[in-house]
């Protein structure tokens, strides 16, 4: 079975560094089709010529900057993937392409990190099949915010008392402010040794500053302003995330799994549904996916409408914004973690028993296990005497919060 290659496109004004990039691409000709464009004029021409998988451009060109590139390139082919490189962490023009940039990185770069972030982000985007999901979700540039979280955090940012601490622990209650907060202190652009996976490390990182015009100036948030009387609403999508993230949380700590995984499980909990604000992008998905009455879908209705279902559409957006693996593999896979072969329990089963007794105790009165959990999967871990007592935990975090 043959692997197609993916077409890349590489934009640089300086005839210097595309000889460099050509060069440095014979490793990786087995895997790659590359195409080189001296101006952003070239680079558009090309995608209007023929197909490809992503764009990689310098930020700073005469005529038409990377920032201009990108916006035409996300309206004209929103299914390429977009990478930015820069050499300046400074660059205010690195802020201002945040909405439009999948992910940044540093130049000079090594192209075997390079190759490495592009090729992943692309076989991510293999898995969704659908044009048009892989043109919406690629297209996006940013994603609902609840909007009292919305207004809290521009209430927060514009006093003079405003702290990293308190910003940070807003940004963290919302999946999209989370997703996009991370994204951005993730990307390769400022040489991090290790993944940030909570928000408010990621603010601390950033600086209040930058978060400052991120939000108030360039506004990369963007409050819920959408259709209403829908069968699911911005603040069951909330709630239900914040329910879910803190029992993943206490299932972690209760299967001793590491710090590290404890925090993923908790900002895993946070995003586990952000697919669910896609949806709110894709026509006709209300009409065609059934939901019950708190609100959950049904999620073979959702394969049978879309070919797959708001897990992987969430995990494909993180992944292609650059997320640490094990919270992309969790939101993937919090429907379907049978999917994953693992010898023990770990954060995808946290998420995976955390999502499915919330939903449980959200509408049923008692233990009624057997519609929300895959029992014979729980087995194989001896998980499944353990359930009445996460059960009982669940039911005291939703009545103690209803």
Not at 106 to 123: D, F, G
Not at 278 to 288: E, K, M, R, T
Not at 345 to 371: D, F, H, R, W
Request: hydrophobic share 40%.
């Amino acid at each position: 079975m043959t692997t197609q290659k993916h077409r890349i496109l590489f934009v640089d004004d300086d005839p210097l560094v595309l000889r460099g990039f050509q060069r440095s691409l014979d490793d990786y000709c087995e895997n790659w089709e590359a195409e080189f464009a001296p101006s952003g004029k070239d680079a558009l021409r090309k995608l209007s010529e023929q197909p490809f998988d992503a764009i990689i451009t310098d930020m700073h060109m005469p005529i038409m900057d990377g920032v201009q590139l990108l916006d035409a390139v996300s309206r004209m082919t929103p299914g390429v993937i977009r990478f930015v490189l820069s050499g300046n962490t400074s660059d205010i023009q690195i802020l201002k392409s945040t909405h439009l940039v999948h992910q940044m990185i540093p130049k000079p770069c090594e192209m075997e990190k390079i190759y490495e972030l592009v090729e992943r982000a692309c076989c991510l985007r293999d898995m969704l099949s659908a044009p048009q999901l892989l043109h919406i979700i690629t297209g996006i540039k940013s994603l609902p915010s609840v909007p009292r979280l919305y207004n809290q955090l521009l209430e927060q940012l514009k006093s003079e008392t405003a702290s990293s601490q308190d910003v940070g622990n807003i940004i963290a209650q919302d999946a999209a402010m989370s997703a996009k907060i991370l994204q951005l202190v993730n990307s390769a652009f400022f040489g991090l040794s290790d993944n940030v996976s909570s928000p408010q490390k990621a603010v601390t990182i950033l600086g209040l500053n930058t978060i400052k015009s991120l939000v108030l100036g360039i506004q990369v948030f963007a409050e819920y302003q959408g259709q209403r009387n829908l069968p699911v609403s911005m603040d069951a999508i909330w709630e239900h995330s914040l329910h879910v993230s803190s029992m993943a949380f206490t299932i972690a700590r209760s299967l001793n799994l590491s710090s590290q995984e404890k925090e993923d499980a908790r900002v895993s909990g946070i995003l586990h549904d952000v697919g669910m604000l896609l949806s709110f992008q894709i026509p006709g998905f209300f009409q065609n996916v059934k939901f019950n009455k708190k609100g959950h879908t049904f999620i073979e209705t959702e394969y049978r409408f879309l070919g797959t279902s708001h897990a992987e559409m969430g995990g494909y957006l993180l992944g292609i914004w650059g997320l640490p693996n094990p919270i992309v593999e969790a939101v993937t896979f919090h429907h379907l973690p049978g999917i994953q072969v693992v010898a023990k329990p770990g954060l995808v089963t946290s998420l995976y028993i955390a999502n499915g007794l919330i939903n449980m105790c959200q509408m049923e009165s008692q233990k009624n296990y057997g519609p929300y959990l895959d029992l014979a999967y729980l087995q194989k871990f001896n998980l499944v005497d353990r359930l009445d007592e996460w059960a009982a935990i669940a039911f005291d975090l939703l009545n103690n919060t209803s």
